[in-house]
């Protein structure tokens, strides 16, 4: 069984290790680290370590939380031969069949952005109906302005209504990351825990929001200030549904794909550079006829590298106990700049308006050369980002970094390019570096803004 049994004689304590075993439905506790073979299957990863004092008895818990999550990309999600919408998310084999031949009919709860409903509302219906299943859906304005608990608590009003079985029907949610985001919220918040589906219909959601952990709603004209760290059991992207997007936001959703780039794939960035153009304006669509197979190429190539790279920042870290974390390149100022222009700039524009800044830093302090940061800015403004904004003052900048410094364990860390596709995190960059990059920005990028157009 191993030591069990620790005392400390000068301090007169006692600790002892417990493993809990399950037996017909009850759980005990057993005295070791190890416990036999044959109960192996019935034993919990968690412990119970016990400490007793002259002070009195404590107890510490130590209990593992594993979440697995499924990212799929599929295409024509919504047609009634697909049924991964329904069933995609369940990766037991056993438990898939025994639903397929079980005579009650399935039952799902979708809230969809109000704006994508207009356009994909009745295939949604369809799909449904098609699946006989018992549904409700709920169009919501899922804007940046209406992210709050008050939609929050629309959702769960009208799931409650509805009645779901806690662990076996996911809330779906279809939109962008904002609805992505407030659906995540009330499904956490739902029965502690109720499991729900991410579909984005947007090039940011779908490399961004999609495949993360967080959910969140804006407090305190703070952005995200709420949230949770609750992952989808399944996120289901298809990039048909890009193509009814308008170019601004397909743009928008290039801004975090380039950062991405940055931090840690230059064949991507390279990619970007040679091939942005044709994203932009195919909104990722492959069209043979007009494309050929290297515009399939750039499309899947990009999206694949894109996501690949934000789940191997993600999943180590998806409670981001670690605050080091290159995925924050372009989120240190961008908060602040988004919700004190809301609504003229997307969240995209705003990151990449960030981005744009920390580049000009990375290259006064050395990290970049001259060639690499007007090759960055060049890709940007190809991509129709915005580089520069008249709000993104140097008083915002350092209120910014402050805010950051008091939430952060009292270090602002700042991801920043050392090379293209490559990044370190620094704690050390002085004021004299700000100010020295922001007037090269603002002279350099001021005269490059550009109303922004939905064309």
Same mark, same amino acid.
């Given at each position: 069984?191993? +030591?069990?049994?620790?005392?400390?004689?000068?301090?007169?304590?006692?600790?002892?290790?417990?493993?809990?075993?399950?037996?017909?439905?009850?759980?005990? /506790? /057993?005295?070791?680290?190890?416990?036999?073979?044959?109960?192996?299957?019935?034993?919990?990863?968690?412990?119970?370590?016990?400490?007793?004092?002259?002070?009195?008895?404590?107890?510490?818990?130590?209990?593992?939380?594993?979440?697995?999550?499924?990212?799929?990309? $599929?295409?024509?999600?919504?047609?009634?031969?697909?049924?991964?919408?329904?069933?995609?998310?369940?990766?037991?084999?056993?438990?898939?069949?025994?639903?397929?031949?079980?005579?009650?009919?399935?039952?799902?709860?979708?809230?969809?952005?109000?704006?994508?409903?207009?356009?994909?509302?009745?295939?949604?219906?369809?799909?449904?109906?098609?699946?006989?299943?018992?549904?409700?859906?709920?169009?919501?304005?899922?804007?940046?302005?209406?992210?709050?608990?008050?939609?929050?608590?629309?959702?769960?009003?009208?799931?409650?209504?509805?009645?779901?079985?806690? /662990?076996?029907?996911?809330?779906?949610?279809?939109?962008?990351?904002?609805?992505?985001?407030?659906?995540?919220?009330?499904?956490?918040?739902?029965?502690?825990?109720?499991?729900?589906?991410?579909?984005?219909?947007?090039?940011?959601?779908?490399?961004?929001?999609?495949?993360?952990?967080? $959910? =969140?709603?804006?407090?305190?004209?703070?952005?995200?200030?709420?949230?949770?760290?609750?992952?989808?059991?399944?996120?289901?992207?298809?990039?048909?549904?890009?193509?009814?997007?308008?170019?601004?936001?397909?743009?928008?959703? &290039?801004?975090?794909?380039?950062?991405?780039?940055?931090?840690?794939?230059? =064949?991507?960035?390279?990619?970007?550079?040679?091939?942005?153009?044709?994203?932009?304006?195919?909104?990722?669509?492959?069209?043979?006829?007009?494309?050929?197979?290297?515009?399939?190429?750039?499309?899947?190539?990009?999206?694949?590298?894109?996501?690949?790279?934000?789940?191997?920042?993600?999943?180590?870290?998806?409670?981001?106990?670690?605050?080091?974390? &290159?995925?924050?390149?372009?989120?240190?100022?961008?908060?602040?700049?988004?919700?004190?222009?809301?609504?003229?700039?997307?969240?995209?524009?705003?990151?990449?308006?960030?981005?744009?800044?920390?580049?000009?830093?990375?290259?006064?302090?050395?990290?970049?050369?001259?060639?690499?940061?007007?090759?960055?800015?060049?890709?940007?403004?190809?991509?129709?980002?915005?580089?520069?904004?008249?709000?993104? $003052?140097?008083?915002?900048?350092?209120?910014?970094?402050?805010?950051?410094? +008091?939430?952060?364990?009292? &270090?602002?860390?700042?991801?920043?390019?050392?090379?293209?596709?490559?990044?370190?995190?620094?704690?050390?960059?002085?004021?004299?570096?700000?100010? /020295?990059?922001?007037?090269?920005?603002?002279?350099?990028?001021?005269?490059?803004?550009?109303?922004?157009?939905?064309?």
């Amino acid at each position: 069984m191993g +030591k069990t049994h620790v005392e400390n004689t000068d301090n007169k304590e006692k600790k002892t290790v417990f493993s809990l075993v399950n037996v017909k439905d009850t759980w005990t /506790r /057993r005295v070791g680290k190890k416990v036999n073979r044959n109960t192996a299957g019935c034993v919990s990863a968690a412990k119970i370590y016990e400490s007793i004092t002259e002070q009195g008895t404590s107890w510490t818990v130590v209990s593992p939380i594993v979440f697995t999550y499924k990212v799929t990309e $599929t295409q024509g999600l919504l047609d009634p031969s697909n049924d991964t919408l329904l069933l995609g998310h369940i990766t037991n084999p056993q438990q898939l069949e025994e639903i397929k031949k079980q005579s009650k009919p399935l039952k799902r709860f979708v809230v969809i952005d109000q704006e994508v409903y207009k356009i994909y509302g009745s295939k949604v219906t369809e799909y449904m109906v098609a699946h006989n299943v018992v549904y409700r859906i709920l169009p919501l304005p899922t804007t940046e302005e209406n992210k709050s608990m008050e939609l929050v608590m629309t959702i769960l009003e009208e799931v409650q209504k509805f009645s779901l079985d806690r /662990r076996t029907e996911p809330i779906i949610a279809i939109g962008g990351g904002v609805c992505l985001d407030i659906v995540g919220l009330a499904a956490s918040l739902y029965r502690r825990r109720t499991p729900y589906i991410r579909v984005p219909t947007t090039l940011l959601s779908y490399i961004d929001a999609s495949v993360g952990a967080k $959910t =969140g709603v804006n407090f305190a004209n703070c952005k995200n200030k709420l949230g949770t760290y609750i992952p989808p059991v399944a996120a289901f992207l298809d990039r048909s549904f890009l193509q009814t997007l308008p170019r601004r936001h397909i743009s928008n959703g &290039l801004a975090e794909m380039l950062k991405m780039a940055l931090m840690k794939h230059r =064949g991507l960035f390279e990619l970007l550079e040679t091939h942005g153009e044709f994203l932009l304006e195919s909104r990722f669509q492959c069209d043979d006829s007009i494309y050929g197979c290297k515009g399939f190429e750039a499309a899947s190539l990009s999206t694949r590298i894109a996501i690949e790279t934000m789940l191997e920042e993600l999943a180590p870290n998806l409670w981001e106990d670690n605050l080091n974390r &290159l995925v924050d390149f372009g989120h240190l100022i961008s908060p602040e700049l988004e919700m004190k222009v809301l609504p003229s700039l997307l969240h995209g524009e705003a990151v990449n308006i960030d981005m744009s800044f920390m580049v000009y830093v990375s290259c006064e302090r050395g990290l970049l050369t001259d060639e690499e940061k007007l090759r960055i800015i060049r890709c940007m403004v190809g991509l129709k980002l915005p580089v520069w904004h008249a709000d993104c $003052t140097m008083e915002l900048i350092q209120h910014s970094l402050l805010e950051r410094l +008091k939430h952060s364990g009292g &270090l602002v860390r700042m991801p920043l390019p050392v090379g293209l596709g490559q990044a370190e995190i620094f704690n050390d960059t002085s004021d004299e570096v700000l100010h /020295r990059a922001y007037k090269k920005w603002c002279d350099e990028l001021r005269e490059s803004s550009e109303i922004i157009s939905d064309p």
